[in-house]
């Protein structure tokens, strides 16, 4: 069994790498994806506003105002005078961001072991642009503080004290890329599973493949581990990439990203061959890939966060495989949770992932050739 | 789904199908209506029948693609039902539409479908070479099959239907849309795999092709109107005698005889009119009396052996 398993991948596998166009699906859409993110996200962010209620007016002050300038990240507009001031410049987006020093603030930095506090006001708008705000942020401060501690000495931390001014929910800085690892892997799974045996049957070769001693298990497991072998190959790397081309550090382990994402891929795999089974042309199950990521990416909590949803569409998005694993992927790359603590996102993952595949197997055995 | 399994008691070994009151019904459309053949292991079966008749359905019950409504059928000594998997390790089977990979090359198609045949390593290697061999596909093993022309492509898919060594091949109209130099090769390799002992079943349209067949059975309308050897069809299944008419304008003469009652049928045979007569001594006159009266010229009348396409327009009208 095991061999006829492996004949029909390695003949996917064949027809994949001559397919040129799906190749292109797979190489380009991720590099397109992740690039933009990074461009959005990373160096691409020049020069955004900047306002500054310096209270301190302190040498320390002045330098962490510099320091801010010479980033390179900023466009030092306006020196406010007044919290009022300062909302305002923010509320009629004349500033992407303020930063209010404290009069207390390098008195406070001064002091050792105590934390100085920095409040921040950022457009949250954008959660993409607000979270690369926050980064050059605390990467401007994070240089200054190097600069004026002395290496042996224990670093004074700063609290960034942060207000996100329309988008109070933005939690955490890199969420945006770390979901892109979901999302991508996402999509080629779902498309090279849609078309796996629409394509077949559109071409007339399913039915030659009927007439072969090959049976309907080995002939979906076949086609499955193709998908998955595609999906992991995939998300690994993507996940390089971000890790070590976009140096978001992992906090989780990596062992169980692995396993949730084979858990995910393989759910896919089973929403993949029930769309391939269902339809009638290859056109037919790549439209339904699009109409089922447009409303799967909506209810992932990647634009809007799931929990400030009304509830109805908080119970559609308990059905998406998708929000479950992106919700997976950002507590456990970015937070370092563990499987403990992830169980409420798990068993409905492992749950569809039953669903999925059983219905994809009932479904494949039914139909006639 | 209604029964499908009635006892075959007449199962004999030397039978590679039996098919017994084989009915399959779509919605209200029957396909295929209570038809029942034997062929015997080691013979070239054709099974004819314009399109839409019901061969395709046929075979797709005997390979178990499709279930059958009511009757049963027999391939190889196992139930097409109960154990299609038995059958299909045993049977080639050659599509009417080019269904191998097109994306694939010659060697990749044949190795994949040698391998879902459960034929593996050196004896697949082996396999493939004697297939390539004897289909003609020698240089061109490396070329992309959507490339190949028609005549390689059908002897492709013949190829990669024969590395398991079957012991019954069914080809569903083979040679449709194949030139006729090609279609001769490939008849010619039907023969060679039929004196190794395999057994083939084919559909076709060509009368010249159903002439090569041991034996033939002819399907319209679901019903098989006819079956024995192409000579027995040809001698003793004719009801009437075919007259055939040298005359000129042939057009004319056509509507002319269209008009005179009990002729079972008249056709055009090129310039030729073929018309089929129940009664020879007292129709005959009357034919050669109505072409004159509207002053048509008859070169040459005289009764001829009727063709299988004779045999089957015949039978099918009636």
């Known amino acids: 069994m095991h061999k006829t398993i492996l004949n029909l991948a390695w003949k996917e596998t064949l027809q994949l790498l001559r397919d040129r166009l799906l190749l292109a699906f797979m190489v380009i859409i991720p590099v397109v994806q992740l690039g933009l993110i990074a461009e959005a996200t990373g160096a691409g962010i020049r020069n955004i506003k900047l306002a500054v209620w310096d209270q301190d007016k302190s040498a320390f002050s002045r330098d962490l105002v510099t320091a801010l300038k010479n980033s390179g990240d900023f466009n030092l507009m306006y020196y406010a005078q007044s919290y009022d001031e300062i909302r305002a410049l923010v509320n009629d987006g004349k500033v992407g961001a303020a930063v209010i020093i404290p009069p207390d603030f390098s008195r406070e930095l001064a002091r050792t072991g105590a934390s100085a506090t920095l409040p921040v006001i950022i457009d949250g708008t954008n959660s993409i642009v607000a979270s690369s705000l926050l980064g050059a942020v605390e990467s401007a401060i994070a240089d200054l503080t190097r600069q004026f501690v002395p290496a042996n000495a224990i670093i004074t931390p700063i609290d960034l004290k942060i207000e996100f001014a329309f988008n109070a929910t933005l939690n955490i800085r890199w969420s945006t890329i770390v979901t892109q690892l979901g999302f991508i892997t996402y999509q080629l799974v779902l498309v090279v599973a849609a078309v796996g045996f629409v394509r077949e049957r559109e071409l007339g070769t399913l039915e030659q493949l009927a007439v072969t001693p090959i049976s309907r298990l080995e002939l979906l497991l076949g086609k499955g581990l193709m998908a998955l072998g595609i999906g992991m190959l995939n998300y690994t790397l993507l996940y390089l990439a971000i890790r070590y081309g976009f140096e978001i550090p992992m906090r989780g382990n990596l062992a169980l990203l692995m396993a949730l994402g084979v858990l995910f891929t393989i759910a896919e795999i089973g929403v993949g061959t029930l769309l391939s089974i269902v339809t009638h042309s290859q056109q037919q199950a790549i439209l339904m890939v699009f109409m089922l990521a447009m409303l799967e990416v909506t209810f992932s909590g990647y634009l809007v966060p799931t929990e400030n949803m009304p509830w109805f569409m908080q119970t559609i998005a308990n059905f998406s495989p998708l929000q479950h694993f992106s919700a997976i992927l950002r507590a456990v790359y970015i937070k370092g949770s563990s499987l403990e603590m992830l169980w409420h996102h798990v068993i409905p993952l492992a749950a569809l992932t039953g669903i999925t595949v059983g219905a994809g197997w009932y479904l494949f055995n039914r139909a006639e050739w | ?318």
């Open chain 2, 1 to 318: 789904m209604t029964t499908h399994h009635l006892p075959l008691t007449t199962y004999a070994p030397d039978d590679a199908v039996i098919a017994e009151n084989l009915t399959r019904k779509f919605g209200k459309f029957i396909a295929v209506n209570t038809i029942s053949f034997r062929v015997a292991r080691g013979e070239i079966f054709g099974f004819l029948g314009p399109n839409g008749s019901g061969k395709t359905t046929t075979i797709k019950m005997l390979l178990g693609l499709l279930h059958p409504t009511s009757g049963a059928a027999n391939v190889l000594g196992y139930d097409v039902v109960h154990h299609p998997e038995k059958i299909r390790s045993m049977v080639g089977y050659v599509s009417q539409k080019f269904s191998l990979y097109t994306d694939l090359n010659v060697i990749e198609n044949l190795n994949f479908y040698g391998r879902a045949y459960r034929v593996w390593g050196k004896q697949l290697d082996a396999r493939r070479q004697i297939a390539i061999e004897l289909a003609g596909l020698v240089g061109v093993e490396r070329e992309l099959t959507a490339n190949l022309a028609g005549g390689f492509k059908q002897r492709l898919a013949l190829a990669a239907a024969i590395l398991h060594e079957p012991q019954l091949l069914i080809l569903d109209e083979p040679t449709a849309g194949v030139d006729p130099v090609s279609r001769r090769d490939f008849w010619k390799l039907l023969y060679r795999l039929a004196a190794q002992g395999t057994t083939i079943f084919v559909t076709t349209h060509y009368m010249d092709e159903a002439e090569q067949c041991h034996r033939l059975a002819f399907i319209h309308e679901g019903h098989i109107v006819a079956t024995g050897t192409p000579s027995d069809i040809k001698e003793k299944q004719m009801r009437g005698s075919v007259i055939e008419i040298d005359c000129d304008p042939p057009g004319r003469a056509l509507e002319i005889l269209r008009q005179i009652e009990n002729l079972d049928e008249t056709a055009l045979y090129g310039s030729l009119v073929h018309v089929v007569a129940r009664d020879v001594a007292a129709q005959q006159p009357q034919i050669e009396r109505a072409l004159r009266d509207a002053q048509i010229a008859i070169k040459s009348i005289a009764v001829i052996p009727p063709s299988l396409e004779d045999v089957f327009i015949a039978r099918a009208k009636g």
